[in-house]
Structure formats: structure tokens, C-alpha cells
Antibody, heavy 114, light 112 residues
Framework: QVQLVQSGAEVKKPGASVKVSCKAS????????ISWVRQAPGQGLEWMGW????????NYAQKLQGRVTMTTDTSTSTAYMELRSLRSDDTAVYYC???????WGQGTLVTVSS | DIVMTQTPLSLSVTPGQPASISCKSS???????????LYWYLQKPGQSPQLLIY???SRFSGVPDRFSGSGSGTDFTLKISRVEAEDVGVYYC?????????FGQGTKVEIK
């Protein structure tokens, strides 16, 4: 069965960076891209960007351009999302989802606090 | 960016009764490939979102047939024919026509 398993919760200080991982199983990793979505506490869903697991092409949300980098490691079927220059309003649960958003990871809480 | 507007933002439904959620997009979601990239998700309390409907009206694997989607162009609707207790949560519509995905604000459904 398709599974996306994300790394654990993180606490970071403002200005720091965070890197969240998403390990895929149950399907051919390079056949689908991975999207990242975040959800601030009590808020809705915000798409952050997408990466092709086939060739590494990316498409980032405009508001995060320059602060976010998405990568994949096909040898381990793992996708990564790095967010830099963290601010308090980056506090959110971060989700990875398979390209067509049919399967989602369990979410990773990132807390940005001094 | 395409803006997705859902109504209502909250809904209280008696079990066994129908429910309907509207989603309007600021631009047509009909792609030149003939597909319409409109999706519906349910996020149950404390869980990740789960796909209900893709491309307007196709139910995802395992989704009960009491859920149905309809619409075209810029106007879409999710209907639940008979609401059950397990249907509580927040429903989101989402578009992805230009590979830039945006979600509606969400509609919170609770049981009376």
C-alpha cells in the first residue's frame, strides 16, 4: 500500500532553517511528483510547491520563492523540503502528498519560537 | 493566482440528511487537455486531508457513494446524500489547472 512517512516534529529559532523528509513506499517513486502543503494552527491548507521525482523539476509557490528548496533522493525514495529564514508565521504542520494529492504523509509540526 | 471560494464556511447537519458545499473559482478550471482539475478533500479532526473526489466528479478508491461531485467551468458542488457521524471535519476544494495549486478556505461540517 502507498505510504508517505514524514520526519518528526521540529522546534526552531527565528532565522534558522528546517528540513523535513518524506519517505515513500508502495509505488514507483519516480512515477509521481511530490507536493508540499502546510497548515498553520487553526488555519486552512496552503500549497508550497511541487517537485518531480523523475527529473527534479520544481515549481514553488510565489510567496516562498527564495526561501524554500525541494529535493528528492531516488535511491531512498525520499523527498525533502527545506525552509530557510524561519519566522514565527512559518509555525505550521507541514505535509507531503503524492503528486495528485491522493496520498498524504502524517504531517510534521514545525514550531518557530525564540 | 486562482482564488477558490467555498460556501458555506460551516454547516450543521442532522444525521441522515443531505448536505451540499459550493466552490467557485476565479477562473475556469477546464484545461486544454479536456480535464477539469477540481478536487475535494476531507480533513477529519487531527488527521491529514484525504481525497474524496478528483476531476470534479470521480470518487477516489474507497470513498462511499453518498459523496458526489458536480459542476463545470468555475462552479462546483460537493454533495453528501445522507450525512453520517464519521463525515465530520473540514472539507476543502482545490484546483490545479496551472500546476499551481490553491485551496478553498474550508467548510466545517458538524453533526447536530
Amino acid at each position: 500500500q502507498v505510504q508517505l512517512v514524514q520526519s518528526g516534529a521540529e522546534v526552531k529559532k527565528p532565522g534558522a532553517s528546517v528540513k523535513v523528509s518524506c519517505k515513500a513506499s508502495g509505488y514507483t517513486f519516480t512515477s509521481y511528483g511530490i507536493s508540499w502543503v502546510r497548515q498553520a494552527p487553526g488555519q486552512g491548507l496552503e500549497w508550497m510547491g511541487w517537485i518531480s521525482a523523475y527529473n527534479g523539476n520544481t515549481n514553488y509557490a510565489q510567496k516562498l520563492q527564495g526561501r524554500v528548496t525541494m529535493t528528492t533522493d531516488t535511491s531512498t525514495s525520499t523527498a525533502y523540503m527545506e525552509l530557510r529564514s524561519l519566522r514565527s508565521d512559518d509555525t505550521a504542520v507541514y505535509y507531503c502528498a503524492r503528486e495528485v494529492f491522493d496520498y498524504w504523509g502524517q504531517g510534521t509540526l514545525v514550531t518557530v519560537s525564540s | 493566482d486562482i482564488v477558490m471560494t467555498q460556501t458555506p464556511l460551516s454547516l450543521s447537519v442532522t444525521p441522515g440528511q443531505p448536505a451540499s458545499i459550493s466552490c467557485k473559482s476565479s477562473q475556469s478550471l477546464l484545461h486544454s487537455d479536456g480535464k477539469t482539475y477540481l478536487y475535494w478533500y476531507l480533513q477529519k479532526p487531527g488527521q491529514s486531508p484525504q481525497l474524496l473526489i478528483y476531476e470534479v466528479s470521480s470518487r477516489f478508491s474507497g470513498v462511499p457513494d453518498r459523496f458526489s461531485g458536480s459542476g463545470s467551468g468555475t462552479d462546483f458542488t460537493l454533495k453528501i446524500s445522507r450525512v453520517e457521524a464519521e463525515d465530520v471535519g473540514v472539507y476543502y476544494c482545490m484546483q490545479g489547472i496551472h500546476l499551481t495549486w490553491t485551496f478553498g478556505q474550508g467548510t466545517k461540517v458538524e453533526i447536530k
